[in-house]
């Protein structure tokens, strides 16, 4: 039999040793384990595919804008080339260089943050012991970990780290922390009982796993599974299978990056025949026709070319870079800039229970003394509570002798360490088992730290499910015992009820019902008792004939803050899955308590076995909670999400969860109790391990889409302006007038990436709309589709100024300025127009053009900091500074001699520069038109700010 397919766990011992032909007692021989080793491999985690660091780099270069951009760098060295040849300056390198700057740049930040997500294997394989203690030919031998092999019988103690998936052959005391397999917080007792075949990982107490850590006791077992076929080694391989789909973000930009393409080839089309039918339809005689064509098709790819919007690939990384840091501030580390944007989209969280809803803090909440119940105040191991008298008043100890007495037992009884810090606050530093340390913030809480001398202990183990210690205290012994409450009532004397010590057949019942009753509310409960003793005393008189004294009602309470997110993620339209390896009715109790469901409903790992992927589906659109699941529910879970078309976000802390992790839309690990694997798997990082911090987030996300939104509505708009102007231009005005180009190449090109690119990066530090929670998540690919309309309107209204102002400066103002009187020395300086009035006036011409748009833009930004609010509520110092550095960078080129690089005049008339702003302020202003006109049709007429 394959070791693959041995059900381990529900064999006797002496049956999976034979299926494994090895000696309990004496292991394997040498020869018989070299031979294993031949034929099942090394111990080691395996890499079933690597993806290269080259191959990584290679990567950012698949999507369909940057093929744009590098078609717009041939073009512009082909081009470069032909100039050269022609003798004249090849302007067109410069654009090719700019371009190739730009892609290099963005692929390196792609880059830096890809090659980290890929190191979840390497860490897997940190986590492997270095060494394991076999027993071979009777003899126990450390030997290498990649050496063990199935049918190796493995001797474990306390503090070691097992090597192989192993069947426990011996066991004492013995406890193992298998959070990083299971999510479960509290160690897990290990025994030998046989198990069912499909009882899942969590419950298999016969079984120890390779990874996890032994927290107390010793045993032995033999190793039935080793390498990739381990529980760890699937999970290896899960996360080399499961790779991140393209986010929505991504898939946009491959749409609008394949448009643009369209239109880009379009515009080539039409600017090549319009040139070819002036040159063929009305020849020159200049020059010949070949060559006249050779020149229109140089025309028609320079301004397509010019076309591309070559800073959008830079702008959307900083923008999402920006939206990073902004993430960070709120305790939300976020890996990947797609998912920065993706955060926004979610409509479902999936998330932990344990340390994420909750606080990972025990706590005792209840205290059932003498036959009265008192709550507690305070959560987690702060000191900042007390219990309290039904009335809502701190009970007192000098009231009541027996408080004293229970608080003593939970002090004393106890082996864990709870220092308060030394800096003010009613915080603790802690060491040892949670249910423990609850105990004793407890005591600590209500003052009572009793000065004894430890004698004895008893210490807990499954049989006894008790603990007992003896002490000297105030020169007197006592038993103090804490355990399960039916196996204490059992063995107790007396109990103590309504102030009066009563025989413990008197008052059973109480204490019985009144455990059920806490139980149910998803309380774990512990008995407390305590019994004098005398000098001389026997060990069997330790845990006999004692009296009860109360019970204690415990739990890991929900965070304060969970309550209040999980409502606002509500109203934002998102659901919130409460995935855990906790018991059911824990977990129905705490998701109603924080407000998550209402619903007395909940799937658990084993009834999810049976479900079909269809019923899965089904049912999982009405059921919130879903208990005891493993990692590969948690997958199955994820799939059945995304088939039905939902953004999931899943959280993950343990190396079980990082397939799941890294298969989700949005992945998220923990800062805090997280491993290494499933941080470096995830999307994001909670610093915090807090549930409220991913709703922060998801804000966070949603304000970069509308910010997102506002850029792309600014670039493409102005972009479509500049496309537009360009076609009007060939069809209307070379055919009427025969005139110069509204605006030139080099001009675009810095405007697509000068005045556009800067400003444009800026609008990522617009602050994040108030009102974005009340919406609900967005479906499907929308960002294009919703901003279109004013893309359209606004690159229309645009170009129809900017071609309408050409005209006018073109037929009514320049004619009549220019004869005359045109400065020689002024004009001689920036380009080189002689005193030739009509070139000079097409040039200035230009230069209007150009700097109109240069304003235009730089207005229109301050209406792209919202889609459909007034500008003044989004303060951006940020983009004042960043239009002022643009506008001075204009400046420049107006009146320095940089204008001779873009064909341009100096502006000498303030007649020029009032055309320029009003021209510039009107596109402005329609658009702050359009917003308000939106406002009114939804009546939106206040504001949260």
Not at 563 to 582: E, F, H, L, P, Y
């Amino acid at each position: 039999m394959e070791t693959e397919e041995l059900d381990a766990h529900a064999l006797e011992v002496e049956n999976v040793a034979d299926e494994l032909d090895t000696s309990i007692e004496n292991g394997l021989n040498e020869t018989e384990a070299k031979k294993r080793l031949e034929k099942y491999g090394l111990n080691e985690l395996k890499e079933t595919k690597r993806v290269t660091a080259w191959e990584i780099f290679l990567s950012q270069f698949k999507d369909f804008l940057v093929y744009l951009l590098f078609f717009a760098i041939a073009v512009s060295i082909i081009i470069g080339i032909y100039e050269l040849s022609q003798g004249e300056a090849p302007s067109e390198f410069i654009d090719a260089l700019v371009i190739f700057i730009i892609l290099i740049v963005n692929a390196i930040l792609g880059f830096y943050q890809e090659f980290k997500a890929e190191k979840a294997l390497e860490s897997l394989k940190k986590m492997a012991p270095h060494y394991a203690k076999v027993i071979r030919e009777g003899k126990i031998r450390r030997i290498d970990i990649a050496e063990v092999v199935p049918g190796d019988i493995i001797q474990i103690d306390e503090g070691d780290k097992i090597p192989a998936d192993a069947r426990l052959t011996k066991a004492y005391s013995l406890y193992a922390d298998e959070a990083i397999l299971t999510g479960e917080s509290q160690p897990v007792e290990k025994q030998l009982k046989i198990h069912d075949k499909k009882t899942i990982l969590a419950d298999r107490k016969n079984m120890v796993f390779s990874n996890t850590i032994i927290t107390r006791g010793n045993g032995k077992a033999v190793v039935v599974r080793t390498g990739m076929k381990t529980e760890v080694g699937k999970i290896a391989e899960k996360i080399q299978e499961e790779t991140h789909e393209k986010s929505p973000f991504q898939e946009e930009v491959d749409i609008f990056g394949r448009k643009i393409g369209i239109i880009i080839i379009i515009i080539c089309a039409i600017v090549f025949v319009v040139e070819s039918i002036l040159v063929f339809g009305f020849p020159t005689g200049e020059t010949n026709q070949i060559e006249q064509l050779i020149n229109a098709f140089k025309v028609a790819i320079s301004l397509a070319v010019s076309a591309v919007p070559e800073g959008l690939v830079v702008v959307i990384t900083v923008v999402m870079s920006i939206g990073m840091r902004k993430m960070a501030e709120r305790n939300a580390l976020v890996k990947t800039l797609t998912a920065v944007e993706t955060l926004g989209r979610v409509n479902i969280i999936c998330s932990d229970k344990t340390g994420t809803l909750t606080k990972n803090e025990m706590t005792v909440k209840k205290v059932y003394l003498g036959g009265k119940e008192y709550d507690v105040e305070g959560v987690g191991y702060a000191l900042d509570g007390k219990i309290l008298k039904e009335s809502g008043e701190p009970l007192n100890i000098q009231d009541n002798n027996n408080l004293e007495r229970y608080l003593q037992v939970c002090q004393l009884c106890n082996n864990s360490t709870v220092t308060p810090r030394n800096d003010g606050s009613n915080k603790t530093d802690v060491i040892g088992d949670p249910t423990e340390i609850s105990l004793k913030v407890l005591a600590k809480k209500m003052d009572v730290e009793p000065k004894a001398e430890k004698l004895d202990e008893i210490p807990f183990d499954s049989d006894r499910k008790m603990m007992s210690v003896v002490v000297r205290m105030n020169g007197e012994l006592y038993s103090m015992i804490k355990g399960a409450p039916d196996v204490l009532i059992e063995k107790a004397g007396k109990g103590l009820y309504n102030g009066e010590v009563k025989p413990i057949n008197e008052i059973k019942d109480h204490y019985l019902s009144k455990n059920n009753e806490l139980a149910e509310n998803a309380l774990r409960v512990l008995g407390i008792a305590y019994k004098p003793l005398s000098e001389g005393y026997r060990e069997d008189d330790i845990e006999k004939d004692f009296t009860y004294l109360g019970l204690a009602g415990i739990i890991d309470p929900a965070r304060d803050e969970v309550k209040k997110s999980i409502q606002v993620a509500r109203n934002a339209g998102i659901r919130t899955i409460m995935i855990t390896g906790d018991h059911k009715i824990t977990a129905m109790a705490i998701g109603k308590e924080i407000g998550l469901t209402d619903k007395d409903e909940a799937i658990t790992g084993a009834e999810l076995e049976e479900m079909t992927d269809d019923e899965l589906i089904r049912r999982i659109r009405d059921v919130d909670i879903f208990a005891r699941v493993t990692s590969e529910h948690k997958l199955r879970i994820l799939k059945a999400l995304k088939a039905e078309g939902n953004v999931v976000s899943m959280t993950g802390d343990g190396v079980n969860d990082a397939p799941a992790v890294k298969g989700a839309n949005v992945g998220v690990s923990m800062g805090i109790k997280g491993t290494e694997v499933t941080q470096e798997a995830s999307d994001m990082i909670l610093l915090d391990d807090d549930y409220s911090t991913i709703v922060s987030a998801i804000e966070e996300g949603r304000g970069i889409f509308e910010t997102t939104k506002g850029f792309f509505r600014y670039m493409l708009s102005t972009n479509f302006d500049e496309i537009f102007l360009i076609l009007v231009a060939y069809i209307v005005i070379k055919f009427v007038t025969f005139a110069a180009l509204p605006i030139t190449p080099i001009q675009i090109l810095w405007l697509n990436i000068a005045t556009d690119g800067i400003p444009a990066m800026v609008l990522g530090f617009t602050p994040t709309d108030p009102d974005v929670m009340k919406d609900e998540p967005r479906e499907g690919f929308s960002l294009i589709s919703e901003i279109k309309g004013p893309v359209l309107f606004l690159g229309i209204y645009t170009s129809i100024t900017d071609i309408t102002l050409y005209l006018l400066l073109w037929f009514v103002l320049l004619p009549a300025w220019a004869q005359g009187n045109i400065d020689p020395n002024l004009t001689m300086n920036f380009i080189n127009v002689g005193t030739d009035a009509n070139m000079y006036a097409a040039t200035l011409a230009q230069t209007i053009i150009f700097t109109n748009l240069v304003v235009c833009e730089l207005l229109f930004v301050y209406s792209c900091t919202s889609n459909f609010k007034p500008f003044w509520l989004f303060p951006n110092k940020n983009l004042f500074w960043a239009t002022g550095l643009s506008f001075v960078l204009q400046l420049l080129i107006l009146y320095t001699p940089m204008g001779i690089a873009f064909n341009v005049v100096p502006l000498l008339r303030w007649e020029y520069w009032l055309t320029v702003i009003i021209a510039g302020f009107s596109v402005f202003l329609v658009d702050e038109i359009r917003k308000w006109r939106i406002r009114v049709k939804k009546g939106l007429t206040t504001f949260t700010s």
